[in-house]
């Protein structure tokens, strides 16, 4: 397998996940990360339904490489029992969210099938 040049990262996605039991906490970590991590992330919508390979209900927080160790960081302490996936974007999707994904809490299956790699 050749090794590959993390310059190819583009940016990151982590997706907050949740459900109809935990989205009081998710808004609430919403609230929280707007206020705590302003200038690092931009925060998506509020899904209250699996969007793309999501399983769960979902937001998402976009950063730059740079951003990586404070805004992953910051979330691996202050998650609390919601999941956390993120992924860089560096133009494979597929290998983007299969292979080089990190989760933080539990891992869920995602739906792959609309990449192609």
């Not at 609390?80 to 989760?103: E, I, K, M, Q, S």
Request: net charge negative.
């Amino acid at each position: 397998m050749p090794l590959l040049d993390p310059a190819l990262i583009r940016d990151w996605h982590a997706h907050v996940y949740f459900d109809a039991s935990s989205r009081d906490a998710a808004w609430a970590l919403r609230e929280t990360i707007a206020r705590e991590l302003a200038g690092h992330v931009e925060i998506g919508r509020f899904h209250e339904r699996p969007v793309g390979p999501h399983p769960m209900w979902s937001y998402q927080l976009a950063f730059g490489p740079a951003g990586f160790t404070h805004v992953m960081g910051w979330l691996a302490l202050n998650h609390g029992a919601l999941d956390v996936f993120a992924h860089p974007n560096t133009g494979d999707g597929l290998r983007d969210h299969r292979d080089c994904a990190v989760w933080l809490g539990r891992s869920h299956t995602l739906k792959l099938a609309g990449f192609t790699g």
